[in-house]
């Protein structure tokens, strides 16, 4: 019993010291679309992709994620939408320039 209890420290104090990926640095568009308008052109691509995805609208915009999915590896991503004077500003966190939830986004701003 004691040999599993070392065995056990050893292996969380190894988890703990592993590095983290690196976080993606946020990418930013900005469109004249309502937040209506973008998310239902969204929500479209990634109903089209059979991709998990779910949005909680807000007073002034909304966020887009994965998060929760079971069949998401890595970070989720996040996109967040914010109504500023007359536009949307939307950022693309934990997603790739090319990715393809960039891709959605360029297709519908």
Do not use: H
């Amino acid at each position: 019993m004691k040999t599993f209890g070392i065995v056990t420290l050893v292996s969380v104090v190894a988890v703990a010291a592993a590095p983290a990926p690196p976080a993606r640095q946020p990418v930013s568009f900005s469109t004249m679309k309502s937040t209506q308008e973008f998310a239902d052109c969204f929500a479209k691509i990634q109903d089209r992709r059979s991709v998990p995805w779910w949005f909680v609208p807000k007073e002034s915009g909304g966020t887009f994620s994965n998060a929760g999915a079971g069949s998401i590896i890595g970070r989720p991503y996040l996109l967040l939408i914010s109504d500023r004077a007359g536009r949307r500003e939307i950022q693309l966190q934990n997603a790739g320039v090319q990715g393809p939830e960039a891709k959605a986004v360029i297709q519908c701003i």
